[in-house]
Nanobody, 125 residues
Framework: QVQLVESGGGSVQAGGSLRLSCAASGRTFSSYNMGWFRQAPGKERELVAAISTSGITYYANSVKGGFTISRDNARNTVYLQMNSLKAEDTAVYYC???????????????????WGQGTQVTVSS
């Protein structure tokens, strides 16, 4: 069983920045592929960014150049640095863990085994 706890959400004005953190339980965090998803009201959950065990990263086109995913295996934590935020970035953000030791990043939602409870990000224009 893996527990994921997100933090760092909040309200910010357009153009501002936030850093989300996701702390994971378990002794083998370094072997998890990790991802950040978001779900806006009335929309489906979508992948924002993902990072593999070797540090390969993926970004959705909508956040490229503005968001950065990183991981600190010593702290069992994955981060999402969000800069130049826009109103359309408003959503609940979830982190997720893929424990299947997949090569490369995990893109599909069904590829993730555990999910956090989510943290709200609200960007006002």
């Amino acid at each position: 069983q893996v527990q994921l706890v997100e933090s760092g959400g909040g309200s910010v004005q357009a153009g501002g920045s936030l850093r989300l953190s996701c702390a994971a339980s378990g002794r083998t965090f370094s072997s998890y592929n990790m991802g950040w998803f978001r779900q806006a009201p009335g929309k489906e959950r979508e992948l924002v960014a993902a990072i593999s065990t070797s540090g390969i990263t993926y970004y959705a086109n909508s956040v490229k150049g503005g968001f950065t995913i990183s991981r600190d295996n010593a702290r069992n934590t994955v981060y999402l640095q969000m800069n130049s935020l826009k109103a359309e970035d408003t959503a609940v953000y979830y982190c997720a863990a893929d424990l299947t030791r997949s090569l490369g990043v995990t893109l599909a939602q069904h590829g993730y085994d555990y999910w956090g409870q989510g943290t709200q990000v609200t960007v006002s224009s």
